[in-house]
Protein backbone atom coordinates (compact mmCIF):
# COMPACT_ATOMS: atom_id res chain seq x y z
CA UNK A 1 0.00 0.00 0.00
CA UNK A 2 1.04 3.08 -0.94
CA UNK A 3 0.65 5.93 1.09
CA UNK A 4 0.84 9.91 0.24
CA UNK A 5 1.50 12.14 3.27
CA UNK A 6 1.17 16.12 2.01
CA UNK A 7 1.20 19.15 3.83
CA UNK A 8 1.22 22.80 3.26
CA UNK A 9 3.58 24.62 5.61
CA UNK A 10 4.85 28.05 5.24
CA UNK A 11 8.20 28.00 7.21
CA UNK A 12 8.79 24.31 7.85
CA UNK A 13 7.04 23.22 10.99
CA UNK A 14 4.15 21.68 9.42
CA UNK A 15 6.86 19.32 7.19
CA UNK A 16 8.68 18.24 9.77
CA UNK A 17 5.29 16.63 11.25
CA UNK A 18 4.40 15.16 7.73
CA UNK A 19 7.70 13.56 7.50
CA UNK A 20 7.51 12.22 10.70
CA UNK A 21 3.89 10.83 9.69
CA UNK A 22 5.81 9.10 7.07
CA UNK A 23 8.63 7.85 8.81
CA UNK A 24 6.07 5.78 11.48
CA UNK A 25 4.10 4.78 8.37
CA UNK A 26 7.01 3.13 6.72
CA UNK A 27 8.40 1.75 10.03
CA UNK A 28 4.76 0.07 10.14
CA UNK A 29 5.56 -1.58 6.54
CA UNK A 30 3.89 0.85 3.97
CA UNK A 31 5.38 2.73 1.75
CA UNK A 32 4.67 6.15 2.44
CA UNK A 33 5.61 9.18 0.16
CA UNK A 34 6.04 12.82 1.53
CA UNK A 35 5.60 15.49 -0.86
CA UNK A 36 4.26 19.08 -0.68
CA UNK A 37 1.00 19.83 -2.69
CA UNK A 38 2.27 22.75 -4.89
CA UNK A 39 4.31 19.86 -6.42
CA UNK A 40 1.48 16.83 -7.27
CA UNK A 41 0.31 17.04 -10.33
CA UNK A 42 -1.09 13.33 -10.53
CA UNK A 43 -1.81 10.89 -8.02
CA UNK A 44 -1.83 7.36 -9.48
CA UNK A 45 -0.80 4.98 -7.92
CA UNK A 46 -1.49 6.23 -4.33
CA UNK A 47 -3.97 4.11 -2.30
CA UNK A 48 -4.34 6.25 0.83
CA UNK A 49 -3.77 9.67 1.90
CA UNK A 50 -2.72 12.18 4.85
CA UNK A 51 -3.24 15.57 4.56
CA UNK A 52 -1.76 18.51 6.61
CA UNK A 53 -1.77 22.44 6.47
CA UNK A 54 -0.24 25.01 8.39
CA UNK A 55 -3.10 26.90 9.63
CA UNK A 56 -3.13 30.70 9.83
CA UNK A 57 -5.91 33.18 10.48
CA UNK A 58 -8.24 30.17 11.33
CA UNK A 59 -7.74 28.62 8.01
CA UNK A 60 -5.81 26.25 6.06
CA UNK A 61 -3.16 27.67 3.76
CA UNK A 62 -4.47 28.65 0.46
CA UNK A 63 -1.94 25.59 -1.77
CA UNK A 64 -3.37 23.07 0.65
CA UNK A 65 -7.24 23.90 0.14
CA UNK A 66 -6.23 24.08 -3.69
CA UNK A 67 -4.94 20.87 -3.71
CA UNK A 68 -8.40 19.07 -2.12
CA UNK A 69 -9.88 20.70 -4.76
CA UNK A 70 -7.58 20.09 -7.75
CA UNK A 71 -7.26 16.14 -6.74
CA UNK A 72 -10.95 15.64 -5.16
CA UNK A 73 -11.68 12.67 -7.21
CA UNK A 74 -8.68 11.23 -5.82
CA UNK A 75 -10.04 11.18 -3.00
CA UNK A 76 -13.18 9.25 -3.35
CA UNK A 77 -13.33 5.22 -2.10
CA UNK A 78 -9.87 6.20 -0.47
CA UNK A 79 -8.66 5.69 3.21
CA UNK A 80 -7.93 10.13 3.43
CA UNK A 81 -6.94 11.51 7.09
CA UNK A 82 -6.52 15.42 7.96
CA UNK A 83 -3.81 17.10 9.70
CA UNK A 84 -3.87 21.02 11.52
CA UNK A 85 -0.89 22.35 12.58
CA UNK A 86 -1.03 26.02 14.61
CA UNK A 87 -2.78 26.53 17.97
CA UNK A 88 0.37 27.90 20.34
CA UNK A 89 0.88 27.49 23.89
CA UNK A 90 -0.30 25.79 26.86
CA UNK A 91 -3.35 25.87 26.97
CA UNK A 92 -3.18 25.95 23.44
CA UNK A 93 -4.61 29.33 21.60
CA UNK A 94 -7.17 29.21 19.38
CA UNK A 95 -8.93 26.52 20.41
CA UNK A 96 -11.27 25.86 18.02
CA UNK A 97 -11.00 23.71 14.60
CA UNK A 98 -9.79 25.67 11.77
CA UNK A 99 -13.09 27.20 10.06
CA UNK A 100 -12.76 25.24 6.66
CA UNK A 101 -12.50 22.03 8.33
CA UNK A 102 -15.92 20.45 7.58
CA UNK A 103 -15.96 21.44 4.30
CA UNK A 104 -12.58 19.99 4.18
CA UNK A 105 -13.86 16.50 5.34
CA UNK A 106 -16.85 16.38 3.51
CA UNK A 107 -14.78 17.07 0.20
CA UNK A 108 -12.29 14.33 0.94
CA UNK A 109 -14.48 11.57 3.44
CA UNK A 110 -11.85 11.94 5.86
CA UNK A 111 -12.06 9.13 8.60
CA UNK A 112 -10.67 11.92 11.07
CA UNK A 113 -9.13 15.73 11.22
CA UNK A 114 -6.24 16.21 14.04
CA UNK A 115 -5.26 19.06 15.01
CA UNK A 116 -1.45 19.55 16.56
CA UNK A 117 -0.29 22.42 18.69
CA UNK A 118 2.90 23.94 16.31
CA UNK A 119 5.95 25.80 16.21
CA UNK A 120 6.43 29.71 16.49
CA UNK A 121 9.95 30.95 15.80
CA UNK A 122 10.08 34.80 15.27
CA UNK A 123 12.93 34.91 13.85
CA UNK A 124 11.76 32.93 10.65
CA UNK A 125 9.08 35.65 10.18
CA UNK A 126 8.59 38.24 7.91
CA UNK A 127 7.89 42.08 9.34
CA UNK A 128 4.25 41.56 8.77
CA UNK A 129 4.14 38.57 10.68
CA UNK A 130 5.92 39.69 13.34
CA UNK A 131 3.73 42.47 13.65
CA UNK A 132 0.53 40.17 13.68
CA UNK A 133 2.35 37.45 16.26
CA UNK A 134 3.24 40.51 18.78
CA UNK A 135 -0.45 41.94 18.41
CA UNK A 136 -2.43 38.88 19.25
CA UNK A 137 0.63 38.24 22.05
CA UNK A 138 0.94 34.34 20.41
CA UNK A 139 3.18 32.33 22.25
CA UNK A 140 6.95 31.48 21.07
CA UNK A 141 7.99 28.21 21.03
CA UNK A 142 8.09 24.74 19.86
CA UNK A 143 4.57 23.06 21.13
CA UNK A 144 4.26 20.04 18.71
CA UNK A 145 3.17 16.62 20.90
CA UNK A 146 5.83 14.43 19.00
CA UNK A 147 4.72 11.10 20.90
CA UNK A 148 0.98 12.49 20.15
CA UNK A 149 1.44 12.54 16.45
CA UNK A 150 3.74 9.21 16.22
CA UNK A 151 0.81 7.69 17.66
CA UNK A 152 -1.88 9.02 15.37
CA UNK A 153 0.30 7.58 12.52
CA UNK A 154 0.16 4.64 14.46
CA UNK A 155 -3.05 4.17 14.36
CA UNK A 156 -3.34 5.37 10.57
CA UNK A 157 -1.03 1.89 10.07
CA UNK A 158 -3.16 -0.13 12.02
CA UNK A 159 -6.12 1.19 9.87
CA UNK A 160 -4.24 0.50 6.70
CA UNK A 161 -2.43 -2.06 7.26
CA UNK A 162 -5.01 -4.92 7.02
CA UNK A 163 -6.20 -3.29 3.62
CA UNK A 164 -2.61 -3.84 2.41
CA UNK A 165 -2.90 -7.06 3.47
CA UNK A 166 -6.33 -7.47 0.93
CA UNK A 167 -8.47 -8.09 4.46
Excluded: C, Q
Amino acid sequence: MKVLVSAASKHGSTDEIARTIAEVLTESGLSAVVASPETLTALDGFDAAVIGSAVYYGKWMDTATTFVDRHAAFFDGRPVWLFSSGPLGVPPKPESDPVDIPALVARTRAREHRVFTGRLDTNRLGLGERIVVKGVRAAEGDFRPWDEIRAWAREIAVALVPVAAGG
